[in-house]
């Protein structure tokens, strides 16, 4: 048949010429007075009357009806009686089901048929009465009709199943019409995916999408279809790719959420029957998206429901999950899919941004980790100039941690940080390895000898206001990316299982590579291993142990800071790229802060820089000073920061911390020439 507008005529030729047939059955049956009930009550036979239906004219439509069957493709009820597996005499049960919303005079030859006006509607009764070779099996719950939920069945009380008034199912009365869409009860969970053909897939990918391909096309025939496994934790990959495969066997791909599975064994078992008759009417594959459920056995939540749903039902089915699910009720062909590789994503960036020979795809390959669907959207958004595309890079990436990390606003530059010289070239060097992680990598190919170790990790030891934090804040601005410190009491819970759980998720959301992140007070959390006493010191120690596990296969920038360096567990050293040790200033780092503590817009007097020096105090402690004291000028009549306020300020903060104070530190005697004013302040 050459367009669908030709089959749809045909299709509506067959269903008239179907129709014609039903009703001279059922006027046949009416007008000879039938009962659909095989005995009476008080075991009298039924004399038929004459039938005022010729049998040359029911022969003539039934023949009619068989011509307009004969045609390729066949008619919607054909299709559906083969894909379905029915009976001839269960084909002939739905069609007189789908009669009723067909045949406006179905209703009352249904009526007529049962010698009853308050039974305008079909039964199984009828049906036995009113078709040849008859079947009583037709009523099972295992046969195609009641199993597929071809028909529906109203059976109100204790009122048999033979009497009950049948309807077909409104999905299966469009089918036969010729009108194939997605069921309504199935619409508001399924969401399809777009395979995306513009784009094009890496290697690696590609692989993956050929790997499915041919797993499901060569199941032998009347074999059970291989349950897909996609397993990986980049969900926009591992979709395109599913959505590619399904594509190549032409299947449309729908999304089901595992949370929207039901819980209830009933609701479950129907959600999984009308799924897998949806794969049956029209070229359809689900992709079961449990991406964020527990393996089972683990405690999840949406575990239970989902493998339930998969062994109650059949079809093509991609189970998209982090890891492998072991013990699944049907045979599993396991597909890992990442996003692409680093140098497939800097050929992907080149393509798309035009930059074939420049720099900026290698830095944004070595830096993002991005799936190909958001890097062709990044890149198509005007203009691709080199600070935009790193900006939307950042903003993309911006892992959600609003719960387990607070994102700080970074000002500090490392021109600013005073540190010794060793130690700030420690800062430089790690910056400079992240920024040339790909050219270390990939092009000179480190990335073919190592199985981890790709991210950097550091750690910032030395006591509380010696410049950690801002050092991190150097370091993030240094490489224009987020810095988030980890809240570390949203992260440790008392509750065994909990912690691992969350830090899988920081490190996760964070992978992507558009963050940093800074682990204040870390020995909290990676504090050393305990002898195992009870259950509590064992899970505690599983905890760390899957910290220094996962600590090696960051692929970011993670920095730990700490003011007991020896609390941490010394497994952690080997893993660590740099330790930084911060120590408390001298005198002429001191004195270098103080020169550099007051903004510009502030207004200070002359300022004695070396008598501020010989306080034995932190740079974080001077930035409190200061602070204090240019609130103290705020109240003053002159608005000027001056020696005496700044001492006063420092008296304070001296007696916060309980540290001794000599008064006459802390008195000002104003200079007595400007000659003794410049040397001040020289």
Known sequence: MSTLADWQKANEDYLAAALHWLRLRLTRLGARGETPIVVAPDDTTVTPTPSVVPDEELSEAEAAMARAEA?????????????????????????????MELDPDAAALCARAHRDPSRPFPTFALALWLFDDAAWDVMSPERPLRYWRLIEIHQPGAQPLTASALRADERIVNYIKGLNYLDDRLAPLLIPIDAEESLTLPTSQQTAVETIVRGISQTPT????????????????????????????????????????????????????????????????????????????QGGGHAPPVSRFLARTDGII?????????????PALTIDVDTPTAVEQRAAWAAMIGHPSSEL????????????????????????????????????????????????????????IVLPAAEKQLLRDIAGQVARRSLVYDDWGFSRRMT???????????????GKTMAAECIANELQLDLYRIDLSAVVSKYIGETPKNLRQLFDAAERGGA????????????????????????????????????????GLAILATNLKAHLDTAFTRRLRFIVNFPRPEAVQRREIWANVFPSEATTSVLDLDRLARFDITGGTIRNIALNAAFLAAGAREQIITMPLILEAARTEFRKMDRFINESDFRWNEPTSNTQAEERIA
């Open 222 to 297: 009347g074999a059970r279809l291989p349950l897909i496994n996609v397993v990986g934790t980049d969900a926009a990959s591992k979709q395109l790719v599913a959505a590619r495969a399904a594509a190549a066997l032409d299947l449309h791909l729908y999304r089901l959420p595992a949370e929207l599975l039901p819980a209830q064994a009933a609701e479950l078992e129907t959600l999984a029957r009308l799924a897998q008759r949806e794969g049956v009417l029209m070229p359809v594959a689900l992709y079961l998206d449990a991406h964020e459920a527990e393996r089972p056995g």
């Open 318 to 330: 991609l189970l998209n999950t982090r890891e492998s699910w072991p013990g699944l009720s049907r």
């Open 516 to 555: 940093i992140l800074f682990f204040d007070e870390a020995d909290a959390l990676f504090g050393k291993r305990s002898e195992v006493r009870d259950s509590h010191d064992r899970y505690a120690n599983i905890e760390i142990n899957y910290l220094l596990q996962r600590i090696e296969s960051y692929r």
């Open 71 to 99: 045609v390729d493709p066949p008619p919607g009820l054909t299709i559906a009686a083969r894909r379905f597996g029915l009976s001839a005499f269960e084909e002939q049960v739905l069609l007189l089901c789908a009669a």
């Open 452 to 466: 981890n170790g790709f991210g950097i990790s550091a750690l910032f030891a030395g006591e509380s206001g010696t």
């Open 361 to 416: 795809p290698a830095r944004l390959a070595g830096q993002f980790d991005l799936d190909l669907s958001t890097i062709g959207r990044i890149a198509d958004t005007p203009p691709a100039d080199e600070a935009r595309l790193w900006e939307a890079c950042v903003a993309t990436t911006r892992p959600r941690l609003d719960n387990l990390a607070q994102r700080l606003d970074v000002k500090a530059t490392l021109d600013q």
